[in-house]
């Protein structure tokens, strides 16, 4: 399987990544990182890729890299630390460009929102019955 | 009865017991743990057991002789030791110079817990927010937590959203093909890797008790995936040393953490050692073998000899016979000193580190046999940066 990739459903989760990236960094500041509940399930989007039905061999694809990264919770890092499929290209400091920085290794994507059926609307998950 | 009778019926009773005791029909009689030389007596969880048996045996084997004894209940057992000053009693666990796990008999009136391990702080234990008085710790190699699946699924990534999903809901995670309640294993949630697998997915750990089959243990998970009649449907986790030692039976999925938009193995192929994305920090599910010692403050040990063994098997201190860098890469664990990103706490987020005496260049040739490191000794130097381990380090 090969991940493809879409330049304006790429902008679009770029957008929708900062927000969120934006909003999880106010929450963390507040220090709710030690507190359970819902991991955002709307926190990205797989944009463009197949729903991650690859390979078996998981990280020895085709040297694809994150789909939709961004500068993760620093959302000032500025268009030049976005790499050419969004991932984050500049040295990392934190979780989020740590987690999201280019790469030449292989990843395979779990699309969350073509997976996971019981998102809530906006893309959250729902809590625990 | 003839000399050569009671020759041949003792030879032939010997070849029955020990053909008995090598398929496991015999219990191995057990022995005093205190007749063992320099014992030193150790509580904790079964995870760090590979790890532990792996510098037992070469501390056992070594020219100054220690053995490691170790009883491991489950990851809060040592803090709850020390706490209430619970002495160690039954058996436990040593292993000879072969690396063979055996079995001893504690004193009846119990023995003093000297050092522990687990894979979290003491503030995860419940009823603790930290060490009770007198207790110390430190971190050790890194261990992975990996999500599993049979090999003959089709099933290569999972996000933590659908962790929380498939462990929160059973039938009704509406995440396929883990949607049968039947097929998702799981483990106590006391348990390093049950931790682990909760707060990564956001899920209280007293959940993992409610959805799936506890299998109790890492090794039961592998043997009830691998033999799944229903292999899509199947999931579980595991240790990522036990993943490791049976690829030919599961498949680790490649993770998607929160706010990362693509998942990633720990190793950087199938068939790779390397840890390379735990190592650079695009794995999250990871954290320290935390071993625990007896002593008033950090880094003053009660016991030399379990300063002795702690500093080998956390990676600080090598010795001829007890290469530590080496043995800690070849169970599949990751040295501090191959790390390039840290974490301050239990799956607190990542940061950058920089090891102050790095062996990343040596950790690489290690698990994967070559390294684009320039080679150095004591007769050729490094042109740049400092020699370690025969490898030329940027520091």
Redesign the interface.
């Known amino acids: 399987m090969t991940m493809t990739s879409n330049t304006a459903s790429i902008t679009r989760?770029r957008l929708w990544?900062r927000a969120?990236?934006a909003l999880?960094f106010v929450l963390a500041a507040c220090g709710d990182?030690d507190a359970?509940?819902?991991?955002?399930?709307g926190?990205?989007r797989?944009s463009g890729v197949d729903s991650?039905?690859?390979?078996?061999?998981?990280?020895?694809l085709d040297g694809?890299?994150?789909?939709?990264?961004?500068a993760?919770p620093d959302v000032d890092a500025g268009p030049d630390c976005t790499g050419e499929d969004?991932?984050y290209s500049c040295?990392?400091?934190?979780?989020?460009q740590?987690?999201?920085?280019c790469?030449e290794?292989?990843?395979?994507?779990?699309d969350?929102r073509a997976?996971?059926?019981?998102l809530n609307p906006d893309g959250s998950?729902p809590p625990?019955? | 009865m003839q000399r050569w009778q009671r020759s041949t019926y003792a030879w032939i009773a010997s070849l029955a017991l020990g053909l008995a005791w090598s398929s496991g029909a015999v219990a191995q009689p057990d022995v005093p743990c205190a007749s063992l030389p320099n014992p030193i007596y150790g509580i904790g969880g079964s995870a760090p057991n590979p790890l532990i048996g792996t510098f037992a045996a070469a501390l056992a084997a070594s020219d100054d002789p220690i053995t490691v004894i170790y009883q491991s209940p489950g990851a809060c057992f040592l803090v709850r030791a020390v706490a209430d000053d619970t002495p160690l009693t039954g058996t436990a666990s040593y292993w000879t110079t072969e690396g063979q796990a055996r079995t001893c008999t504690l004193p009846l009136d119990g023995v003093r817990a000297e050092w522990g391990s687990m894979g979290n702080t003491a503030a995860l234990c419940d009823g603790f927010d930290g060490n009770p008085p007198g207790l110390q710790d430190v971190p050790g190699p890194v261990t992975t937590w990996t999500m599993i699946v049979p090999?003959a699924s089709?099933q290569?990534?999972?996000?933590?959203?659908?962790i929380?999903?498939v462990y929160?809901?059973g039938d009704?995670?509406?995440?396929?093909p883990w949607t049968d309640e039947s097929q998702i294993f799981t483990r106590n949630p006391t348990s390093a890797a049950g931790l682990a697998i909760?707060i990564a997915?956001?899920?209280?750990p007293s959940?993992l008790a409610v959805i799936g089959t506890d299998v109790m243990t890492n090794g039961n998970m592998v043997t009830r995936l691998s033999t799944s009649t229903s292999p899509e449907a199947a999931i579980g986790f595991v240790s990522g040393e036990t993943a490791d030692a049976r690829r030919d039976a599961v498949?680790?999925?490649?993770y998607?953490?929160?706010?990362?938009?693509?998942?990633?193995?720990p190793?950087?192929?199938?068939?790779?050692f390397d840890k390379?994305?735990v190592r650079?920090?695009?794995y999250?599910l990871w954290a320290f073998h935390r071993f625990f010692y007896r002593g008033s403050a950090p880094g003053t040990f009660e016991s030399p000899r379990v300063q002795r063994f702690i500093r080998l098997i956390t990676g600080e201190a090598s010795e001829p016979d007890v290469p530590s860098i080496q043995l800690i890469a070849d169970n599949g664990n990751v040295p501090l000193c191959a790390m390039e990103?840290t974490r301050t706490g239990d799956y607190?987020?990542?940061?950058?580190y920089t090891p102050p005496a790095p062996c990343g260049c040596y950790f690489d040739f290690a698990t994967t046999g070559e390294s684009t490191c320039a080679t150095c000794s004591e007769s050729t130097p490094c042109a740049s940066g400092t020699c370690r381990l025969g490898f030329c380090e940027a520091r």
């Open positions: 989760s990544l969120v990236f999880s990182d359970f509940g819902p991991p955002d399930g926190g990205r797989d991650g039905e690859v390979l078996p061999d998981g990280g020895d694809t890299v994150p789909d939709g990264g961004d993760g969004g991932c040295e990392p400091t934190d979780e989020g740590l987690l999201n920085a790469n290794l292989g990843c395979v994507p779990f969350n997976r996971i059926t019981r998950l625990l019955p | 090999t089709s290569t990534s999972i996000s933590s959203e659908a929380y999903m929160g809901f009704e995670s509406g995440t396929a909760a997915a956001g899920l209280p959940r498949r680790v999925l490649a998607q953490h929160r706010g990362q938009s693509c998942g990633y193995t190793d950087s192929s199938v068939s790779a390379i994305n650079e920090g695009r999250w990103v607190t987020p990542l940061v950058p």
